[in-house]
């Protein structure tokens, strides 16, 4: 099973990277949040649960971490001037989604993947639904702004044409459809395995970190 997850979320980041997301539509919001939504909610969270047997126990605070870690790098990358940077260079393009990538990464590990003891589960969960609410607030701005602010003129998605506040909504839309409903859905069942009392007793004697 395991196996079979990291295979898919490999083959997903591959998909989403060799795709034209980021490259014949990557002028356009709605193709780059497609790409975004694919790899932070789609990809990483497949990679994490593929890669979890390998990792060692993590201190419960670092799924909290973590969430304030997403929190800065997706925002930050939803300036408008990084925006437009990701827009004209590739390797801005290439940082832009490694970044998404390490950052969903840390994330899935340390609030789901890793989950074992009541106190992971309740940190993870935690993690996972303040991740929820900041990308469901920037996704309703985007989505409710009253002028584009990225871009001006018209761009191609799937063949369809869009002009800038279109593409903008499209995109805002996708945020708030796919990653903040993945991330919600996260939060959700981890408090379901807590409130089952499914979480493990930390060993006597032993460290969090």
Known sequence: MK????VAGVLAFVLIWGGPLLSVWRESFAAHML???GVVAIAAPLIAIGISDR????????AVVASLVELVVVWGWHMPAARQWAETSLGATILEQGMFLAAG???????FALARTAAQLASGAF???L????MTLLGALLSLASRPL???????CFGVVLDARQDQTLGGVTMLAVGAAVYLAGGIILLSRLLDGRGEKA??????G
Do not use: F
Not at 3 to 6: C, I, K, N, P, Q
Not at 203 to 208: D, Q, Y
């Open 105 to 111: 990464l840390l994330l899935w590990l340390t609030s």
């Open 35 to 37: 790409a975004h939504m």
């Open 127 to 129: 993690a996972l639904l």
């Open 3 to 6: 196996r079979a997850s990291l």
């Open 203 to 208: 060993p006597e004697g032993s460290s969090p």
């Open 150 to 156: 990225y871009g001006a003129g018209e761009v191609t």
């Open 131 to 134: 991740t929820s609410i900041h």
């Open 55 to 62: 990792m060692p126990p993590l201190n419960p605070a670092l």
